[in-house]
């Protein structure tokens, strides 16, 4: 099975995936970033700041980069505040931030105030700053915060649907020639758990370059049975 040219294998899709971890317990982030090792996940996450040492050591010796939200308790955490703790994740290990912007200057659609806190967590963190983009929002208001994100210095997109289903597939299409007019990277975001192996393809295949979700182990474990059934499809 081929995606725009490209062999889709396991490894090809976990080479794409982000497996975000919520839970804050040691044995479980253990299982979950040894086997995400195994899998060659591109990202795994710190869920916090107190398991950024735990999870760079057992991440040492590996290709996977680690990643951890910022101001991801809801959206209202001051610009200063984000920055410490992107400060305080880049200081731990991680080389990838996932950013929940301003909410209120969202709220407002004050783009400006988008900028200037992207900005500060920028100053604080160099390495990959992928920065959420409301869906929901109308194809203009979506389109200026991705040229709000773009000037405070994200390097992502972060396609983002807070319906709890998924970034729509045909607003990924849309930012991903948004993201390749600004020179950015895209990434979609599965909420959590919801994506299957079937829709993730549809994401990749509408532009996105990452996803991420929780439940990364059971898409890539999928794809076979993917691949059967989409078989019978004629066009």
């Given amino acids: 099975m081929h995606l725009n040219g ?45 398991w950024h040492s735990f999870v ?18 809801d959206g209202l955490m ?19 931030i996932d950013v929940y912007p301003d909410m209120s200057a969202w709220t407002m659609r004050r783009w400006d105030l988008i900028t200037e806190y ?11 700053v992928k920065v959420l983009t409301m869906c929901n929002d109308s194809l203009d208001d979506m389109y200026r915060m991705c040229d709000a994100i773009k000037e ?12 709890k289903m998924g970034a729509p597939l045909n607003r990924i299409q849309g930012l991903r020639k948004k993201a ?15 994506w299957t ?16 979700a929780s439940n990364t182990f059971e898409i890539v474990d999928d794809l076979p049975v993917f691949e059967e059934l989409y078989s019978r499809i004629e066009y």
């Fill in 118 to 128: 992207v900005h500060a967590v920028r100053e604080s963190f160099d390495g990959e």
């Fill in 6 to 50: 490209e062999l889709v294998t396991k490894k090809w899709l976990a080479s794409r995936l982000e497996h975000v971890i919520w839970d804050n317990d040691e044995k479980i982030l253990t299982d979950e970033v040894t086997r995400g090792i195994e899998y060659g996940f591109r990202v795994i996450f710190s869920p916090s700041h107190h």
């Fill in 56 to 73: 760079h050591d057992l991440l040492a010796g590996s290709d996977v980069i680690m990643s951890t939200p910022i101001n991801f308790k």
């Fill in 180 to 194: 390749d007019e600004l020179g950015l990277g895209l990434k979609a975001s599965g909420n959590g758990k919801y």
């Fill in 78 to 96: 001051p610009a200063a505040a984000a920055a410490k703790q992107a400060e305080i994740a880049y200081a731990g290990g991680c080389r990838s």
């Fill in 197 to 212: 192996t079937a829709i993730l393809m549809g994401a990749y295949a509408a532009g996105a370059d990452l996803v991420s």
């Fill in 152 to 163: 405070g210095g994200a390097t992502h997109i972060k396609a983002y649907d807070y319906n």
